[in-house]
């Protein structure tokens, strides 16, 4: 049984910074490509970032990219999710997922597993 519990949310002022992290239990992170989705308030979930079984290749959402960075550290069996230059538009729920795959395609049908949640927020 696979599980992932994301912290790292919060509330933050535009152009501030924050760091997110998903713990996975379970399985090594080895095994499968992890992603980084989010949901704005009414909005439907979106795919934010990803990257490989092997760490060796990420993906982001345009909105996001050089601002948004996906890495991981196996020895924690973690994966994070570092948040530069932050905006009001990037205000959401942010979910991490383990993905059926090795890959971490953009499409939350490829998902098999997700967190909970962790909540952002950005004021302007």
């Known amino acids: 049984q696979v599980s992932l519990v994301e912290s790292g949310g919060g509330l933050v002022q535009a152009g501030g910074s924050l760091r997110l992290s998903c713990v996975v239990s379970?399985?090594?992170?080895?095994?499968?490509?992890m992603g980084w989705f989010r949901q704005p308030p009414g909005e439907e979930r979106e795919f934010v970032a990803g990257i490989t079984s092997t760490g060796s290749s990420t993906n982001y959402a345009d909105s996001v990219k050089d601002r948004f960075f996906i890495f991981r550290d196996v020895s924690k069996n973690t994966v994070y999710l570092q948040m530069d230059s932050l905006k009001p538009e990037d205000t959401a729920v942010y979910y991490c997922?383990?993905?059926?795959?090795?890959?971490?395609?953009?499409?939350?049908?490829?998902?098999?597993?997700w967190g909970q949640g962790t909540r952002v927020t950005v004021s302007s």
């Open positions: 379970g399985r090594a992170l080895t095994s499968y490509g």
């Open positions: 997922a383990r993905s059926y795959t090795l890959s971490a395609y953009r499409s939350t049908n490829n998902y098999a597993t």
